[in-house]
Every structure is written in structure tokens, then in C-alpha cells.
């Protein structure tokens, strides 16, 4: 059992006796390990290997660890990558409106090193968006699942076809 402080003694002075009085009996003889290098430490030095194996093996990423401005000005740098597969127009500006919600918290009360950036304008993401949409060209799914490109005869078929409308459904008269 521990045996409590006593009173008039420091607690440094008191650990130090202790572990001294352990090494003395011979209670860290023979552990595991002793001798060898502490695994995952690598073979140069790296203060924080520590840590770094810590992060890994809870399935973190560094980012946890940036400042919010280093985080707000990554993600502006990275933004357009971000939005290059959304489907439509208004998931984009929600995630650009997202963005610059944050951007407007950290700026009305900014911690860390200060990181000079600015709210992002919504149309010229909008508009870097399209043309990259423009540039891919539109792939279909075929009911095996694969990919095809829209081949230009089923898209002038469709066009043919007189469009059935509403009423006509509604009150199953007509076809086509």
C-alpha cells in the first residue's frame, strides 16, 4: 500500500525517494521491454511520435490539431474541389453559405495566429462549378449499373416524343 506524504516533505522530493527506494529493491529489474526501443518511436527522432501514433490509432487527422484560421483558409484553397461533384446549384451555395458562416464566426472573434481571408463570393464558385459540369460530359446508368455516355440517337428519340400531359394522365386519356 502507499504510504500518504509526509507533511513537512515536498512531493517531488518524496516521489524522488520512493522510486529510488523502488530501484534500490530491484522492482524494475527484469520488466518487459527494458533495453529495448519504445515501438512505433521510429528510428529518428520525432518528439511527437507520441502523439502522431495517438492520432492514428483513434482515426484522427492532423487537421483536429490546426488552428480554425489554418482549417477556414485550407478549406477556401480547396473549395471548388469540394463542389466539383454537388448535383445541383443550391447544394453548392449551401456549402459555399456554410463555409462563409464560419468565415464570419471566426472573423467577429478570431483566435489563433491570424490568417488573412475573407468571406467567399457564392457566384464565382457557382460559376467555376459550371464549367467544370460543362467540361464532363453527361454519362448514363444502364440497368447492369455501368456507366455509358448518352448515345445521340436515344437522345433524339426522346425529344420525338410528344410529351403526355398532366390531364391526360389524370384522366387516362391519350397516350404517348
Known amino acids: 500500500m502507499t504510504e500518504r506524504k509526509p507533511p513537512k516533505e515536498t512531493f517531488e522530493s518524496w516521489i524522488d525517494k520512493q522510486i529510488r527506494e523502488a530501484a534500490e529493491r530491484g ?3 527484469n520488466l518487459s521491454g527494458a ?7 521510429g528510428t529518428a527522432y520525432d518528439e511527437d511520435w507520441w502523439l502522431r501514433g495517438y492520432l492514428r ?3 484522427v487527422s492532423g487537421d483536429a490539431l490546426l488552428p480554425p484560421s489554418l482549417v477556414l483558409r485550407r478549406d477556401i484553397e480547396h473549395l471548388a474541389e469540394s463542389v466539383r ?4 446549384e443550391r447544394e453548392v451555395r449551401a456549402t459555399v453559405s456554410e463555409l462563409n458562416k464560419r468565415i464570419v464566426e ?12 475573407a468571406p467567399v463570393n457564392a457566384d464565382e464558385i457557382v460559376a467555376q ?4 459540369c460543362a467540361t464532363v460530359r453527361p454519362m448514363r446508368t444502364s440497368f447492369s449499373g455501368q456507366s455509358t ?8 428519340e426522346a425529344a420525338a416524343r410528344p410529351r403526355r400531359r398532366w390531364w391526360r ?4 386519356h391519350g397516350t404517348g
Open 27 to 29: 522492482e524494475f529489474d
Open 35 to 41: 533495453g529495448k526501443p519504445i515501438p512505433g518511436a
Open 57 to 59: 490509432r483513434e482515426g
Open 85 to 88: 461533384d454537388t448535383a445541383t
Open 106 to 117: 471566426w472573423l467577429r472573434m478570431p483566435e489563433g495566429p491570424y490568417v488573412p481571408i
Open 129 to 132: 462549378w459550371r464549367t467544370a
Open 149 to 156: 455516355p448518352p448515345s445521340r440517337a436515344a437522345a433524339d
Open 169 to 172: 394522365r389524370w384522366w387516362g
